[in-house]
T-cell receptor, first 116, second 113 residues
Framework: GAVVSQHPSWVICKSGTSVKIECRSLDFQATTMFWYRQFPKQSLMLMATSNEGSKATYEQGVEKDKFLINHASLTLSTLTVTSAHPEDSSFYIC????????????FGSGTRLTVV | DQQVKQNSPSLSVQEGRISILNCDYTNSMFDYFLWYKKYPAEGPTFLISISSIKDKNEDGRFTVFLNKSAKHLSLHIVPSQPGDSAVYFCAASPRGGGNKLTFGTGTQLKVEL
């Protein structure tokens, strides 16, 4: 079945540094990937949609200069949290659109980011 | 503006009984609905979906019902098992199905022995 590998699963970084999160589709081509953020006991909120080879589309209120998304190939999308602050601490999850499974969306295992 | 709502943050059910999780939506453009199960610090796992052309879809112990006029859907799990204990999210997608998902706030299901 379709698998999306997300790394790292958790990361702790200092304020002001940047963190890169990778999402890879292992056995299918993901022309579209979605990045979500989940705060404790809240819903998954869509941050941006990335299409291979083009600029990402960001949801309202999400700073594109802070959350850099690169989708350079059909199997890899990256989210870089630049100049991270404690309020960026959250659970980040990617999702890839796939046509192998009927449901159409496969999620990564998530990344727990803690900024200290 | 929460377009997909799960009004029950938690639900407790005895093993073997039926679990009913509810979800309401406000956007009439949604026509594809999904249920996901999620454990802490993990990504959501797909359970079952339903298109707006149907009012019921069944897969093993899981059945999803859709009431379009009420903009309401529900997930029935029967019989409930302790391993079903998790947070359940409903999600909706607008016409075409290949677009972004809007998630509900989740319901924590606890199945007790």
């Amino acid at each position: 079945g379709a698998v999306v590998s997300q790394h790292p699963s958790w990361v702790i970084c200092k304020s002001g540094t940047s963190v890169k999160i990778e999402c890879r589709s292992l056995d299918f081509q993901a022309t579209t990937m979605f990045w979500y953020r989940q705060f404790p006991k809240q819903s998954l909120m869509l941050m941006a949609t990335s299409n291979e080879g083009s600029k990402a589309t960001y949801e309202q209120g999400v700073e594109k200069d802070k959350f850099l998304i690169n989708h350079a190939s059909l199997t890899l999308s990256t989210l870089t949290v630049t100049s991270a602050h404690p309020e960026d601490s959250s659970f980040y999850i990617c999702s890839a659109r796939n046509r192998i499974q009927g449901n159409g969306y496969t999620f990564g295992s998530g990344t727990r980011l803690t900024v200290v | 503006d929460q377009q997909v709502k799960q009004n029950s943050p938690s639900l407790s059910v005895q093993e073997g009984r039926i679990s009913i999780l509810n979800c309401d939506y406000t956007n009439s453009m949604f026509d594809y609905f999904l249920w996901y199960k999620k454990y802490p610090a993990e990504g959501p796992t797909f359970l079952i979906s339903i298109s707006s052309i149907k009012d019921k879809n069944e897969d093993g112990r899981f059945t999803v019902f859709l009431n379009k006029s009420a903009k309401h859907l529900s997930l029935h799990i029967v019989p409930s098992q302790p391993g079903d204990s998790a947070v359940y999210f409903c999600a909706a997608s607008p016409r075409g199905g290949g677009n972004k998902l809007t998630f509900g706030t989740g319901t924590q299901l606890k199945v007790e022995l």
